[in-house]
Nanobody, 111 residues
Framework: QVQLVESGGGLVQPGGSLRLSCVAS????????MGWYRQAPGKEREFVAFITSGGFTNYADSVKGRFTISRDNTNTVYLQMDSLKHEDTAVYYCTVNSVYWGKGTQVTVSS
């Protein structure tokens, strides 16, 4: 019943910014932890950021200081990505409690 739909991916130059959105339906936002993972070609899916139902956040070391995860009261979680690097290129997936997953959105950082 839970569906997650990501949006906001695209092509961006190094040093640029991008904001990803994930709309969750069929679940109560305030009762669930939500996060972002990413997977680059030839690599395993890796943790990016997480925000708990209480609003606490956690980030992978590789994105600390550059990415910001947030959410609102409309069951939407965001990932603001600043100072993007080539190595940030990946498919980004939204998750609820690491159980439900979106289809992913492609982020490509290239000049």
């Amino acid at each position: 019943q839970v569906q997650l739909v990501e949006s906001g991916g695209g092509l961006v130059q190094p040093g640029g910014s991008l904001r990803l959105s994930c709309v969750a339906s069929g679940t109560i936002f305030s009762s669930n932890d939500m996060g972002w993972y990413r997977q680059a070609p030839g690599k395993e899916r890796e943790f990016v950021a997480f925000i708990t139902s209480g609003g606490f956040t956690n980030y992978a070391d590789s994105v600390k200081g550059r990415f910001t995860i947030s959410r609102d009261n409309t069951n939407t979680v965001y990932l603001q990505m600043d100072s993007l690097k080539h190595e940030d290129t990946a498919v980004y997936y939204c998750t609820v409690n690491s159980v439900y997953w979106g289809k992913g959105t492609q982020v490509t950082v290239s000049s």
